[in-house]
């Protein structure tokens, strides 16, 4: 261990070991239900920080993870090497290029807000606090994605440490680069990319919150309104239920609430003209629909930042009838001893035309489903797993796959099973070929792992 330790001295970062002050805050993340116990931590300052401990891992047989934030996080190191990157936070923009280099400790607040200086937009997503990074390589589903596509289509270069400890820059046309966009952190950790830009500096967009009564018919009318809307239209509902407790505003406690998220590109007149079926539904708990800039887009989602602990999974859709909406309710709804907050999100549009040579699959769905279930007393991993379960049983029969993106948690349970219904046909085994090539002893497999062929 004598080697290795002089192996990792000279860093421009901090190397910590338990015991370290520093190293319990450096672990500490978003998901508070477990975390990384890595034999050292790289808090890595630069590429050069994170090429030298991927090397020092290599050389010593020990499995790599990176973390920034922790909202993914599927498999915990138990030992091994832990390379953390929030101190790789910069990021520049070239307005004339509309692209922006973004290191790999960058949030989406930062690139909002660098390119909202000169009127352009990244294609982030509802979280301004999560990284730009883990979020690209699980593909990128955001505000915009029906009009511009998954932000993993609009990458035009990597830069990414491989296995061999080699920094190794990537574009379209390489094989590497086709498969870090998809593969997630199975090939290397990406150290930057750079990404398309778009000249958005406002959406009209915001939240129409309707009551229990009103759930289902919202649910049904907006199940319609879906089909009819231009690509410029990316929605979603998310169905919240909401605990009696005296810290929520007495209006939402004990609701169970549908929740339309609504962002469009265009005219706010237009905009108006597109919700007016929804807001016929009936009464509003909420209505925040308005013009708003881009650097506020964080605020049509609202999604909480605080960590704590929690499991998730999702269900890409071919269609979403009323018997889809039936089987959802039936086993998440109001009536769940298991809260979940259950997302459906529409696709479609530019989802279906964006890069190929990608393994950002299942293009073809029409919907998104994503469940979230908090960890409290009398309501743990067990008892979300299973009524997960049940919800993935009951949207069986309109299945084509899941988001690895939006699966949290799982620790054990993230098998290969579950890492190949995240890929169409062939590109699971496209992936565990290149595997072989660029990371023959799986260095890289504290994730949703792709093993060697």
């Not at 930062?110 to 979020?135: E, F, K």
């Not at 004990?254 to 009936?282: C, D, K, M, Q, T």
């Not at 796959?401 to 995240?422: I, K, M, P, T």
Request: proline share 7%; net charge negative; hydrophobic share 40%.
């Amino acid at each position: 261990m004598e080697r290795s330790t002089q192996t990792l001295t000279g860093l421009t970062g901090p190397v910590l070991r338990p015991g370290d002050p520093g190293f319990e805050e450096e672990l500490a993340g978003y998901q508070a239900a477990y975390a990384h116990r890595p034999s050292v931590v790289v808090g890595a300052a630069d590429a050069e920080d994170v090429r030298r401990a991927v090397a020092y891992a290599a050389a010593e047989g020990l499995p790599v993870g990176v973390q920034l934030t922790g909202h993914g996080l599927s498999v915990a190191a138990d030992g091994g090497v832990l390379v953390s990157t929030r101190r790789m936070a910069g990021v520049h923009v070239d307005p004339e290029a509309r692209t922006a280099r973004v290191a790999a400790g960058a949030r989406w607040g930062d690139v909002i807000d660098a390119a909202g200086a000169y009127g352009l937009a990244p294609l982030s997503g509802s979280t301004p606090t999560i990284g730009v990074v883990g979020y690209t390589l699980g593909g990128g589903l955001g505000l915009l994605a029906r009009q511009y596509g998954y932000a993993a289509d609009h990458v035009r270069s990597l830069e990414v440490v491989t296995a061999d400890g080699r920094l190794r820059e990537v574009g379209p046309g390489d094989e590497l680069y086709g498969a870090l966009l998809g593969g997630g952190g199975n090939f290397g950790i990406v150290t930057s990319l750079v990404l398309d830009l778009f000249p958005v500096a406002t959406l009209y967009g915001g939240q129409l919150v309707f009551d229990t009564p009103l759930v289902e018919e919202a649910l049904e009318v907006w199940r319609r309104w879906t089909t009819g809307v231009p690509e410029e239209m990316t929605s979603s509902v998310t169905l919240i239920p909401f605990p009696d407790i005296p810290q929520l505003p007495e209006f939402l406690r004990g609701r169970y609430v549908a929740s339309f998220r609504i962002a469009f590109n265009g005219p706010a007149e237009e905009g108006e003209r597109l919700v007016a079926p929804l807001r016929a539904i009936g009464p509003r708990l909420d209505d925040s629909l308005r013009v708003l800039p881009y650097t506020e887009s964080g605020t049509i989602h609202n999604d909480p930042d605080e960590p704590n602990a929690y499991a998730g999974t999702s269900a890409f859709l071919d269609e979403l009838p009323p018997e889809a909406l039936k089987a959802l309710l039936g086993a998440v709804g109001p009536d769940s001893p298991v809260p979940a907050f259950t997302d459906i999100r529409h696709l479609g549009g530019a989802l279906r035309r964006g890069a190929r040579g990608t393994a950002v699959d299942h293009r073809g769905a029409e919907f998104l489903v994503a469940a979230v279930s908090g960890f409290f007393p009398g309501v743990g991993p067990d008892e979300v797993r299973a009524r997960h379960g049940l919800l993935r049983e009951a949207l069986a029969p309109w299945t084509v796959g899941h988001s690895l993106n939006f699966l949290y948690g799982d620790g054990e349970h993230a098998d290969e099973v579950q890492v190949r219904a995240g890929y169409e046909a062939g590109t699971y085994e496209r992936l565990a070929a290149l595997k072989t090539t660029y990371d023959p002893s799986n260095l890289f497999r504290l994730n949703r792992n792709v093993r060697p062929a």
